[in-house]
């Protein structure tokens, strides 16, 4: 689910002469979604609605940069209400006692020419556990003027649900949740 990080992707590539830029990233222009699920006949996806963050982009020093995102856990979407009433519940994300899942950025390292690798800590239901996204650029507009430099990417990773106290299930289900997030990065 989560996150969230991969916005960390609007530092790539470097071709520009300013150094500095703080971008905001959202449901508005972005998803995040996730599926679990250990098998080709057992697999449920599902995706945050309303979630919103920031990127410091450092362009003269890459690793300078930040990702901060968060999401507003109420706002679980899966392919049916009996799925997302039970996804909200107190053995998944017990969303009135934690409304909100956060991700931090603790380094930013490039690993290829449009692609990075984001690592941070997300907290989930009060428990913080580290979160790496590898994350593509699929767009970059660095030199465009001041308020009008963007950027599109795309961001995988996974987390152990058992990690985060949701262990109803598991044995039906599986631990491991895969992490898709597509957003547009924008002044």
Not at 57 to 77: F, L
Not at 105 to 112: A, H, L, Q, Y
Not at 152 to 162: L, V
């Amino acid at each position: 689910m989560l996150l969230l990080g991969a916005a960390g992707a609007v530092i790539a590539p470097l071709r520009s002469s300013w150094a500095l830029d703080q971008l905001k990233i959202g449901a508005g222009r972005g998803t995040i979604d996730f599926s679990i699920g250990d098998s080709k006949l057992f697999r449920t996806t599902g995706s945050f609605n309303d979630w919103h963050g920031m990127v410091n982009v450092d362009d003269a020093d890459v690793p300078k940069s930040r990702v901060d995102v968060k999401v507003n856990t109420r706002s679980i979407q899966m392919l049916d209400k009996q799925q997302t009433d039970m996804l909200k519940d107190v053995d998944f994300f017990n969303v009135d006692k934690f409304p909100e899942m956060t991700f931090h950025s603790k380094s930013i390292e490039r690993v290829g020419e449009d692609k990075l690798k984001v690592t941070g800590d997300i907290t989930l239901r009060g428990i913080t556990r580290p979160m790496q996204l590898d994350v593509s650029v699929l767009d970059r507009k660095p030199d465009a003027p001041p308020g009008e430099r963007c950027a599109r990417f795309r961001g995988q990773g996974q987390i152990k649900r058992s990690e985060f106290g949701m262990t109803k299930f598991l044995d039906v289900v599986g631990d491991t949740v895969d992490i898709s997030i597509r957003t547009d990065a924008w002044h």
